[in-house]
């Protein structure tokens, strides 16, 4: 049974920082894809960052280019997700996700989670104080 379990989310102030962690398991595919979504009150839900298994390269939303840096720990199926320079759009939901990459997959790292068979966290709640 997969399981992902998030932490770190709370409250953290405009322009400060926060460190979301997803711990994995029960997840054996070796190549894959990590990934942080969040979804606001009346939104819907949007990607904002990815790392591939293998290699680790990284994907980021325009929003969060340069403020947001996501990372891996495979000895410990752990991602995390440094959040900087916290906006007032920031606060939402925080899922974390993971997919099975297809070896032959060329499109967007989004548009993975979407078109296949994706695992997601609970999530954990960022809000943002001024």
């Known amino acids: 049974q997969v399981q992902l379990v998030e932490s770190g989310g709370g409250s953290g102030q405009a322009g400060g920082s926060l460190r979301l962690s997803c711990a994995a398991s029960g997840y054996t595919a070796s190549r894959n894809y990590m990934g942080w979504f969040r979804q606001a009150p009346g939104k819907e839900r949007e990607g904002v960052a990815a790392i591939y298994s293998r290699g680790g390269n990284t994907y980021y939303a325009d929003s969060v280019k340069g403020r947001f840096t996501i990372s891996q720990d495979n000895a410990k199926n752990t991602v995390y997700m440094q959040m900087n320079s916290l906006k007032p759009e920031d606060p939402a939901m925080y899922y974390c996700?993971?997919?099975?990459?297809?070896?032959?997959?060329?499109?967007?790292?989004?548009?993975?989670?979407?078109?296949?068979?994706?695992?997601w966290g609970q999530g954990t709640q960022v809000t943002v104080s001024s």
């Open positions: 996700a993971v997919v099975e990459a297809p070896a032959w997959w060329s499109g967007s790292w989004i548009d993975l989670f979407k078109r296949f068979n994706t695992f």
